[in-house]
C-alpha cells in the first residue's frame, strides 16, 4: 500500500508546548511529550487547524518552490485541506481553485460538493403520493400518463416524439439518434467518407417495441425497449441500438442504449440523442470541462468546473461554419427558463453541445454571416465524438482520439423540475 503523505509538518524547534493546537484539532491528532508537540499521522486530517491558531508558527504546510512546476509538461494542483486553513475567514473555497489556476496549473482537483449535482440528480426519481403511471397504446404511438407529465412515444422509431411536463412542452420536434457534426476544416479529408456511407442522413427504425411496468425500491416505473436500426436511406445499417427508456412516476427517463457499429464501416463522427428544445431555453449550467470549447484532443484550454453559460455564449462563431462549442468530460448539464429545467446526467462523463443552429445548417453553410437560428434550442448529448486533429494541413486524431469503438453502452438520466 502506498504511503499517505501528510501536507501538515512540525517544527519542533518553534514549538512551546503550549498546547494551543492540542486544544483546537477537530480530531485530537495532537499529543504533547517532553514539552513538544508530536502530531498522530493516523489521525491528523490535515486540516490545518493547527497551522492557522499556533502562536510560535510551528505548524507548517508541506510547500514546494513555483520553479517545480516548470519540470512537468501537465501540472494538477491537488489542495490538501490544509491549504485553505492557512486563510482567515475563507468563505468560499472556489477563490483558492481559482487563484491556483492563475498560478499555472493546468487542472485543479474540484471539492467533493461540486461533483454531488450529478449524483443527485441520478438519484432523484422519487415516485410522489398519489401519483400513478397510465400507458395508452396503438400501432404507431405508446404514451405513458400521470397526473404530471405526458410522454409520447414513437414505436416505428424507439424515440420519445413528443415530451410535456407540469404543462411545458419540452421537445419541439421528436428527438433523435444522432451520428454526425458538421465538418471542421480538419474534417476535409474524411468527410468524403463520412458522406459516402450517408452518415449526414441516417434513418431510425425499430424492429419491435415492448412495455413492462415495475417497481424498484417501492418507486413504480414503465420501462419501454425497441430494438432499432440506424440506416443510411439506401445502404447497410450503420448501427443497431437496444435502446431502453425507464420513466418513472415523477417524469423521470433513464436512458440505457447499448450500441453495435457495422464493423466494416469507418469510425463515426460521433454518437448520441439529439432533442429540439423551446428556443427561450436558453440558460445553461453544467460540471465539465469549460468554459473553452473541448474535444477529446482540443482541451488545454479548458479545466474542470461548474460553469453558467447561456446558448449564445457557448457558440464559437468560425468564419466558416463547422461543428463548434462542444463541452466533454461532463457530469452534468441543464437548461431552464423561468418555469422549466431539464438535465441531463451520467455516471460516466459525456459530451454535450447546446445551440441555436442544427448541425445541417452549420453543414450546407459557407460563412457565418449566412446562418439562420433553427428556432430551438439545439441540445446533443453524446457518448463522444471522434477527435479535431489538425488534417486541414497535417495529420488526422491520433488514435486514442479517433472513435474507433464497435460495440458500447451509452447511459443517462433525463430530469425535469417544471411548474405549470
Not at 60 to 78: G, K
Not at 319 to 338: A, K, M, T, W, Y
Amino acid at each position: 500500500m502506498e504511503e499517505y503523505v501528510h501536507s501538515v509538518t512540525l517544527d519542533s524547534d518553534a514549538c512551546r508546548g503550549c498546547i494551543t493546537c492540542v486544544k483546537r484539532c477537530p480530531t485530537e491528532a495532537i499529543r504533547v511529550r517532553n514539552g513538544k508537540a508530536r502530531i498522530l499521522k493516523e489521525r491528523c486530517i490535515d486540516c490545518g487547524e493547527c497551522i492557522r491558531v499556533c502562536p510560535h508558527h510551528a505548524k507548517r504546510a508541506v510547500t514546494d518552490h513555483l520553479a517545480e512546476m516548470e519540470r512537468y509538461r501537465y501540472t494538477i494542483a491537488l489542495p490538501a485541506p490544509a491549504l485553505y486553513g492557512q486563510f482567515n475567514n475563507l468563505d468560499d473555497a472556489e477563490v483558492v481553485l481559482a487563484g491556483l489556476l492563475e498560478m499555472g496549473f493546468d487542472e485543479v482537483e474540484l471539492t467533493e460538493d461540486q461533483c454531488a449535482p450529478a449524483r443527485k440528480l441520478l438519484d432523484m426519481p422519487m415516485e410522489r403520493e398519489g401519483s400513478g403511471l397510465t400507458v395508452r397504446e396503438d400501432d404507431h404511438y405508446l404514451t405513458v400518463v400521470s397526473e404530471k407529465f405526458c410522454y409520447t412515444y414513437d414505436k416505428l422509431k424507439g424515440l420519445f416524439s413528443r415530451m410535456v411536463n407540469a404543462n411545458q412542452n419540452l421537445l419541439e420536434h421528436p428527438m433523435e439518434y444522432n451520428v454526425w457534426r458538421a465538418p471542421t476544416d480538419n474534417d476535409r479529408n474524411i468527410r468524403s467518407i463520412w458522406e459516402e456511407c450517408h452518415y449526414e442522413r441516417p434513418a431510425a427504425r425499430a424492429y419491435g417495441t415492448s412495455c413492462e411496468n415495475g417497481e424498484k425500491d417501492g418507486r413504480k416505473y414503465v420501462e419501454i425497449a425497441s430494438d432499432v436500426s440506424l440506416s443510411s436511406v439506401y445502404k447497410q445499417r450503420i448501427v443497431d441500438i437496444r435502446a431502453a427508456w425507464r420513466v418513472w412516476a415523477d417524469g423521470s427517463v433513464d436512458v440505457r442504449l447499448d450500441v453495435k457499429k457495422d464493423p466494416k464501416l469507418p469510425r463515426l463522427p460521433r454518437f448520441g440523442v439529439r432533442m429540439m428544445l423551446p428556443q427561450d431555453m436558453r440558460q445553461v449550467e453544467y460540471y465539465g470541462l469549460g468554459p473553452m470549447e473541448s474535444y477529446a484532443d482540443k482541451r488545454r484550454a479548458s479545466y474542470h468546473g461548474r460553469f453558467t453559460e447561456t446558448v449564445d455564449s457557448l457558440f464559437e462563431d468560425y468564419i466558416r461554419p463547422q461543428e463548434n462549442g462542444s463541452h466533454c468530460d461532463v457530469s452534468f448539464v441543464e437548461l431552464s427558463r423561468e418555469n422549466v429545467k431539464l438535465s441531463v446526467a451520467a455516471e460516466k462523463p459525456f459530451s454535450f453541445n447546446a445551440s441555436r443552429y442544427t448541425q445541417e445548417e452549420l453543414t450546407e453553410k459557407a460563412h457565418n454571416f449566412e446562418l439562420v437560428p433553427s428556432g430551438h434550442t439545439v441540445l446533443c448529448i453524446d457518448y463522444t465524438q471522434d477527435g479535431i486533429g489538425s488534417n486541414s494541413c497535417g495529420p488526422g486524431p491520433e488514435k486514442q482520439y479517433q472513435f474507433l469503438e464497435e460495440e458500447f453502452t451509452f447511459a443517462f438520466g433525463i430530469r425535469v423540475e417544471g411548474q405549470a
